[in-house]
Structures are given as C-alpha cells and as structure tokens.
C-alpha cells in the first residue's frame, strides 16, 4: 500500500529579494544610534558633558570679555601714543645761506660757478654786462663767503638790478644746521623752540632741538633755486612758507660731512596723545 506524503508548498519570492525566513546581516538601528553618538563624542568632546560645565565656562568668557573690555577702555582714557610731525628741509650751515648781490644793475654774461662747486671768499663767481663806467662794460661778482654753491637765482642772459642776488653760498663757516620749511599756518601753530627733531640718516638718527621759528613767513619762490627741497608740499608762487631753525644736540654724534644743503625729511616730537584725543582730533599733552 503506497501512502502519498504532502509536500509543503513555498511560495515564491521575486528576484533579487531574500526570503522571508533569511537572516538579516546588516547592524540593526540600535547599533547605529549608539555608533553615532560615540563617534560625535570623539569629535566634541564637551557634547557628552553636563550642560553645567559649558555653562561655566560659557560664564568664564563673558567674565574675561568685561574686563577686557574694562582695560580697554582704561587704555583709551590713560594710555598714550606718540605725536609726531613730519617735516620737509636742508641740512646745512648756517641758519640762512649767504647771497651773492651784485653792486650795480646788468646782465649775467657768464657765470663761473655751478651748484656743488666749492668756492672762497673773493674767488670770481660771474660776470655782468652793465652800462655803467668799468673795463669793457662788465662787472664782477666775488664770492662773499667760503662755502659751497647752493643755488643760481638768475640764469644767463637774465638782468639784475643793483642789489640783486645772483648765487646763494652754504657758509661753510658755520655750524651744522637744520633749517626746516612749512606751508601751513597750523602745523606752525604747534611748533616752538625747545622740541625734538629726528633726523633720519644711514648712519643712524641723529637728535636736534628747535632753536627758532620765524613768525614771518617768505614766499614759495623766493625759495627757487636757492634750497634743494626737490618734490614738496610747501607750495608756489606767493604762497607763504615759514622757516624753523634746529640745531642737533652734541650728544647725537657727529654729523656726516657735508659740502652743501641736503633735503632731509625730519620728525618733530610733538608730546604724547591720549587715545581718546586721537580719535577726537584734539591737541597733544605730556
């Protein structure tokens, strides 16, 4: 006798699809919230500490910012920075070079001279064509000073009147001497004898004191020729330019030598300044 077995019947499962009995070997969600959170206290370390201990530190800034704020505010109203003013001029000698004048009116024929050139007292600097009563109808300039030529005020071809300059001397005569140059009735308002000079040099800075200041002041063109100033702001034509005589200290050391005026930039000390007066553009104390 032939007894049938009944088979179990599966049902199918479409491809690509595990079966429904398979065992699944991906981590669980479990898992992968507890990996999650270890792994973001490796990467900050303070988000699995008590929010107490954030907040105490959080208080500690807010203590280290007032203060710092507190000491800067001190600073503004007690510190002090440096005032200085900066200044275009020659180093020379002398508080003023020496003009050579001529005695009577003409007109420059020929000049013997240049600027650089050394020269003595009575050495011939040029000569005028005049009408006056002389040899030939020219006159000669002499050199009034020792010193080196500074300057030509009238070129070749151009007419003097009697008393007239034609060359500005550096006296070398004379000691060593800053002479300072500005345009502007303002920065001279806070000028006075007695402050400090820088003057920056190769061979280190070199300290002068203000001696004078001219009150008067002269015009920009009266100046041609007669300084190097070079490229400066003080101005043209009848504009005024006042004049600030320093004298270096003789402790600062020796001074290069020097045959001629040479243009320097120096800086005047001026006093300290609060803080609080730079930003309101007020004046200067010490």
């Known amino acids: ?19 429904a009995s398979a065992e699944r070997t991906g981590p669980s969600a479990q898992a992968v919230t507890i990996a999650a959170a270890a792994a973001a206290a490796q990467l900050e370390p303070g988000l699995d500490r008590p929010v107490r201990v954030i907040g105490s530190r959080l208080g500690s800034a807010l203590v280290a910012l007032v203060l710092a704020l507190g000491a800067g505010g ?35 024929l020929d000049l013997r001279v240049h600027p ?44 003097l ?15 060593a001497t800053l002479r300072l140059y500005t345009g502007s009735a ?24 203000i ?3 001219d009150p008067y002041p002269a015009r920009a063109d009266s100046l041609d020729g007669a300084l190097p100033l070079g490229e400066s702001d003080l101005g043209s034509g009848a504009d005024p330019v006042w004049t600030i ?28 300044r609060r803080p609080y007066q730079v930003i309101l553009g007020t004046g200067a104390g010490r």
Do not use: C, F
């Open 116 to 159: 650089g050139d050394r020269v003595t007292r009575g050495q011939l600097l040029a000569l005028l064509r005049t009408t006056a009563p002389g040899p030939g109808g020219t006159a000669e300039l002499r050199s009034p000073a020792d010193g080196t030529v500074a300057g030509v005020l009238t070129a070749p071809g151009g007419t």
């Open 245 to 272: 005589t320093a004298v270096p200290d003789a402790a600062s050391g020796a001074l290069p030598p020097t045959y001629g005026p040479v243009p320097v930039d120096v800086s005047v000390d001026l006093g300290s």
């Open 161 to 175: 009147p009697a008393g007239a300059a034609l060359l500005a001397l550096d006296p070398a005569g004379e000691p």
């Open 186 to 209: 303002r920065d001279l308002a806070r000028l006075r004898p007695g402050q400090s000079v820088l003057l920056p040099l190769p061979s280190g800075t070199v300290r002068a004191r």
């Open 211 to 213: 001696t004078a200041v």
């Open 1 to 19: 006798m032939t007894t049938t077995i009944p088979m179990k019947t599966v049902p199918a499962v479409p491809d690509g699809e595990p079966p």
């Open 74 to 108: 001190a600073w503004v109203g007690w510190g002090s920075l440096p005032n200085t003013l900066s200044l275009h001029g020659v180093l020379a000698h002398g508080p003023a070079p020496v003009l050579a004048r001529a005695d009577v009116a003409g007109t420059v």
